[in-house]
């Protein structure tokens, strides 16, 4: 089960704390997927004038301020599932579980929910990403597992924290629940964590290195699965984890003061044979992605880390065949 803990700590943050119209309707459109709004329609004026923040507490500065919400009275209004008579509140935590807004801006940067509340200007767009468990599902007929159970949950847990004790985890699984073990949507799962910070790439790296190891047995290629949902429409996502890292920008939260966490987590997938030329639903491989990220952003950390680790490796090669001459030239 994904610990998506996005209301609660929305919930933690001060009532006054200032939301986009954008912010609110990622929220909306996360309680109400899969049947997603295209803005706001359908939140009564009266209350988003409720929820209205004065202007003087804008921290964007316009001709015409635009408009801010309270997030404690967002989070306090009811659901459009509760308006129809339906019981909202528990469909709405279950969609929640796996559902992860992420907003971007005009440099094409994007940002989880939490860290784009500490952006000086507004994001210029949205989208929904819903991320599967990171178990494939069962055959028709079976029954789904418990991604709740002490032992699934005892597994992901020691992947996060403890990698150690991830093998001894893993043998408490039936074989064939860990058989439909995900690694790519597990990675995708823990990026959107916001507490995932650039020191835990680390943690990270060192999981997949277990799971690629012959006790465990996952492959480094294999394709995880997700939807997108922006603007009422629902894309089918394929990717690797290739594909997941290497589309990762300088603006990243990943990357802010230190990238020794992501050099390792790029490291490690070259290291086990990552395959940069598989590509993903959009027909782009890995290395295609880091491109469009280099084109955008002037810099792809991801070819960055590949130009070096090549360079180092010559280096490596010329003095082990004795060719200090053009190793001294590198």
């Not at 990026?191 to 943690?203: E, G, T, V």
């Amino acid at each position: 089960m994904l610990q998506n803990d996005l209301l609660q700590r929305l919930a933690a943050l001060p009532a006054d704390t200032p939301l986009s119209a954008a912010h609110v309707t990622a929220l909306h459109h996360a309680r109400l997927a899969p049947d997603p709004l295209s803005a706001l329609k359908g939140v009564p004026a009266d209350r988003l004038d409720a929820w209205r923040l004065p202007a003087e507490t804008h921290t964007v500065h316009a001709a015409e301020p635009l408009p801010r919400f309270r997030l404690g009275a967002v989070l306090a209004g009811p659901t459009h599932a509760d308006e129809d008579g339906r019981d909202g509140d528990l469909d709405a935590a279950a969609r929640l579980r796996t559902a992860f807004p992420l907003f971007t801006y005009a440099d094409g940067a994007e940002d989880d929910f939490l860290t784009s509340l500490r952006h000086a200007e507004d994001p210029v767009g949205f989208r929904i990403l819903r991320i599967p468990a990171p178990f494939d599902l069962p055959e028709a007929g079976r029954a789904a597992p418990d991604v709740q159970g002490p032992d699934i949950q005892a597994f992901l847990g020691a992947l996060r924290s403890d990698p150690d004790a991830a093998v001894a985890a893993a043998q408490r699984l039936p074989p064939p629940l860990l058989a439909g073990f995900n690694a790519a949507n597990w990675l995708l799962a823990e990026m959107a964590r916001p507490q995932l910070k650039s020191a835990d790439l680390h943690q990270v790296a060192e999981s997949l290195s277990l799971l690629a190891d012959d006790d465990l047995g996952q492959g480094i290629n294999v394709y995880g699965h997700a939807e997108s949902l922006q603007g009422g429409l629902v894309t089918r996502l394929s990717f690797t984890m290739a594909h997941l890292v290497a589309g990762l920008t300088q603006t990243s939260r990943f990357l802010d003061g230190s990238s020794t966490g992501y050099a390792a987590l790029v490291t490690t997938l070259i290291k086990l044979g990552a395959d940069f030329a598989l590509e993903n639903n959009e027909g782009q491989n890995a290395m295609q992605v880091a491109t469009a990220v280099r084109h955008r952003h002037v810099s792809s950390p991801f070819l960055n880390l590949i130009d070096k680790f090549l360079l180092v490796q010559q280096l490596d090669d010329m003095l082990l065949h004795g060719d200090d001459e053009n190793a001294d030239k590198i």
